[in-house]
């Protein structure tokens, strides 16, 4: 299939050349001319736009930071919505506010063209490996055609509902995941004030009932897992940034649905602080230098 991929930032570089180990063409854009280098050298073909790469597309998939970049993307006159042949699948893989996914998915019916949410969850080194969980929201129908794709980049894919249901269940995990990490943070950070060796406690409660996804797969700190952010000065990963706008999002939603979310907006808070600080652009685990003595 001839597959147009916009965005090749830490995730969907990886995704985009899992899709074409996989037997597609992939035609690959990103606005950074780094990442356009970074992602040619390791084999993609990328186009001079994103005109030019969804020129012959079968698909269009997307990863992309934000709401806003999503729909200058897709929407208005020049988006990428008008240039699709009818028929044509969009995904977009990003992580927005679910108001704007439907909005991408209304004009996108309007056009005939098939389209999903399908954000993920699994950090870079489930898109490396390709085993990322897809939440998907769309109908059944866009979904049957996506699911050989997300096959190629994923290892599970849920079907959470209508147009924008994947992001909010996205959002509803990214609450927890920002939340457990810096439960995490806290807990290390209190055995080393006292001593204790960080792998060996990270190991004494990965086995015990504090056991996580942080602890198993994304120790917040250095030196305990070889291959982590944390390991690597906190550079690639999942930004604290991008952390943070998810966080946003979840207090949105909360305040929309007058949902009750005390922990996801101190944890909302925390990053803000920390980007004030100046870590924006490190990986979130890097959460754990707001509560270590410096
Ligand atoms: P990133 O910042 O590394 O990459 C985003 C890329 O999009 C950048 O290279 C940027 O230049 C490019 N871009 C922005 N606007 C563009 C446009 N109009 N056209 C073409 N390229 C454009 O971000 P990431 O870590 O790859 O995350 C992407 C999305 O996936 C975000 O919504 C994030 O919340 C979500 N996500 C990230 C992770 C993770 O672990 N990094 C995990 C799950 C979900």
Same mark, same amino acid.
């Given at each position: 299939m001839n597959i147009a991929f916009i965005g090749l930032g830490n995730m969907g570089g990886p995704m985009a050349l899992n899709l074409q180990k996989a037997g597609h063409e992939v035609q690959a854009f990103d606005l950074s001319k780094p990442a356009c280098d970074k992602w040619a050298e390791q084999g993609l073909s990328i186009a001079a736009s994103a005109a030019d790469a969804?020129? !012959?597309? &079968?698909?269009?998939?997307?990863?992309?930071? =934000?709401?806003?970049?999503?729909?200058?993307?897709? /929407? !208005?006159?020049?988006?990428?919505?008008? &240039?699709?042949? +009818?028929? +044509?699948?969009?995904?977009?893989?990003? +992580?927005? =506010? %679910?108001?704007?996914?439907q909005k991408v998915a209304q004009a996108a019916a309007a056009r005939g063209l098939p389209c999903i949410?399908?954000?993920?969850?699994?950090?870079?080194?489930?898109?490396? =490996?390709? +085993? #990322?969980?897809?939440?998907v929201g769309g109908d059944d129908a866009a979904l049957a055609l996506a699911r050989p794709l997300l096959e190629k980049m994923g290892a599970n894919i849920f079907h959470a509902g209508a147009a924008g249901a994947g992001q909010t269940a996205k959002i509803c995990n990214n609450m927890l995941l920002g939340i457990l990490m810096i439960g995490t943070s806290e807990?290390?950070? *209190?055995?080393?004030?006292?001593?204790?060796?960080?792998?060996? *406690?990270?190991?004494?409660?990965?086995?015990?009932?504090?056991?996580?996804? %942080?602890?198993?797969?994304?120790?917040?700190?250095?030196?305990?897992?070889d291959n982590v952010p944390s390991s690597k000065g906190y550079a690639?990963?999942?930004g604290t940034d991008l952390m943070?706008?998810?966080?946003? #999002? =979840? &207090?949105?939603?909360?305040?929309a649905v007058k949902a009750s979310t005390p922990l996801?907006? *101190?944890?909302?808070? /925390?990053?803000?602080?920390?980007? #004030?600080?100046? &870590?924006g %652009? /490190?990986?979130?685990?890097?959460?754990?230098?707001?509560?270590q003595k410096r």
């Open positions: 969804v020129r !012959g597309a &079968q698909a269009v998939i997307s990863m992309l930071p =934000a709401s806003q970049h999503v729909e200058s993307l897709y /929407l !208005g006159d020049t988006g990428l919505l008008a &240039q699709l042949a +009818t028929g +044509t699948l969009v995904i977009d893989c990003s +992580t927005i =506010a %679910a108001a704007s996914a949410d399908a954000p993920v969850s699994g950090g870079t080194g489930g898109a490396i =490996a390709g +085993t #990322l969980t897809f939440m807990a290390l950070a *209190l055995g080393v004030a006292n001593g204790l060796d960080p792998k060996v *406690l990270s190991e004494i409660m990965r086995r015990s009932s504090g056991g996580n996804w %942080a602890l198993e797969k994304y120790n917040p700190m250095p030196g305990v897992m690639g990963g999942f943070l706008k998810d966080l946003g #999002l =979840a &207090q949105e939603n909360a305040a996801g907006g *101190l944890a909302r808070n /925390l990053y803000a602080a920390h980007s #004030l600080g100046g &870590q %652009a /490190l990986d979130f685990s890097s959460v754990i230098q707001l509560l």
